[in-house]
């Protein structure tokens, strides 16, 4: 006699529902922590990747044998921009005017900037060079003087 009656203690339908009712709550708030997890973990993982690489920082100029594209490009003060030669000769890199390259004001370099590659940059090879003074900086193929872009720094 004592058994059923405990039986009917703890299984009543009262409980049951108490019971159905806790584990809907308990999985639903699961369900939601997870969803939000998910968010958090998406909304900090784009950003950086996004940020770091050559989106904000490093900006990419194509040389071929058409010239340079983009012909003119916008950065920031203190971005790299990558030439990339993907023409089928050779690549010197330098700021106008050809040939002394002195419009881009610092002094160093070869001839008369440190904005010169120094040398031709062979096919499927790159050159860096990062712009630390605003203005807008035109530069030509030393090699292939007729073509020419410019780098727009702000
Ligand atoms: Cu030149």
Not at 119 to 125: E, F, T
Not at 132 to 154: C, F, M, Q, R
């Amino acid at each position: 006699m004592g058994a059923p009656k405990f039986f009917k203690g703890v299984f009543s339908i009262n409980k049951i529902v108490s019971i159905i009712f806790i584990v809907l709550v308990i999985a639903l708030s699961g369900f939601f922590l997870m969803d939000s997890n998910t968010s958090t973990y998406s909304n900090s993982a784009l950003p950086p990747s996004l940020g770091e690489d050559s989106v904000t920082e490093k900006k990419l100029v194509i040389y071929t044998d058409a010239g340079y594209s983009p012909a003119a490009l916008r950065i920031k003060k203190g971005e790299t921009v990558i030439f990339k030669n993907q023409s089928s000769r050779s690549m010197w890199t330098a700021s106008a005017i050809h040939p002394s390259h002195r419009s881009y004001p610092t002094t160093g370099g070869c001839l008369g900037s440190t904005f010169d590659a120094c040398k031709g940059v062979q096919p499927d090879d790159s050159w860096l060079f990062t712009f630390d003074v605003s203005g807008s900086w035109k530069y030509h193929n030393h090699l292939n003087p007729g073509d020419a872009g410019t780098i727009e720094v702000k």
